[in-house]
C-alpha cells in the first residue's frame, strides 16, 4: 500500500515536499515514481528513483527544480518540489514497480497510492 501526502496550495516560487509511505510487501516496491495528473489531461512522470536510490530521473518540465530521495528504513520516498510553478497544479501519485528498469511509462508500476493535491497560484 501506498499513501501519498504532503500537497497544498502554494503561490508561484514557493516549496513543497511531497511524502509516499509504503506498507504491506514492501519489498516488491522496486523501483519507486511519482506521477502526476492535471485537470483535463493524462497522466504524466514526473520522476523515478531506483530501489537502492542510485540512479533518479526527471522529466524534462521538473528537472533541476524537484529532487526524490528515498528512506529505505521509513519505507518512505519523498518528492522535494521546488520553484514551483502554476503549471505544476496536479494531483500527484506516487507509485511503485516490482520488476524490470526504472520507467518513465504509467503501465510499467503495479502499486499505486490515491493521490495528493497541489495547486500552484499565479
Known amino acids: 500500500q501506498l499513501q501519498a501526502s504532503g500537497g497544498g496550495l502554494v503561490q508561484a516560487g514557493d516549496s513543497l515536499r511531497l511524502s509516499c509511505a509504503a506498507s504491506?510487501?514492501?519489498?516488491?516496491?522496486?523501483?519507486m515514481a511519482w506521477f502526476r495528473q492535471a485537470p483535463g489531461k493524462e497522466r504524466e512522470f514526473v520522476s523515478v528513483?531506483?530501489?537502492?536510490?542510485?540512479?533518479?530521473l526527471y522529466a524534462d518540465s521538473v528537472k533541476g527544480r524537484f529532487a526524490i530521495t528515498r528512506d529505505k528504513d521509513k519505507n518512505t520516498v519523498y518528492l522535494q518540489m521546488r520553484s514551483l510553478k502554476p503549471e505544476d497544479t496536479a494531483v500527484y501519485y506516487c507509485?511503485?514497480?516490482?520488476?524490470?528498469?526504472?520507467?518513465?511509462?504509467?503501465?510499467?508500476?503495479?502499486?499505486w497510492g490515491q493521490g495528493t493535491q497541489v495547486t500552484v497560484s499565479s
Open positions: 507509485a511503485a514497480s516490482d520488476s524490470g528498469l526504472p520507467s518513465t511509462l504509467v503501465d510499467r508500476y503495479n502499486y
Open positions: 504491506g510487501r514492501t519489498e516488491s516496491f522496486r523501483h
Open positions: 528513483i531506483t530501489g537502492n536510490g542510485v540512479v533518479d
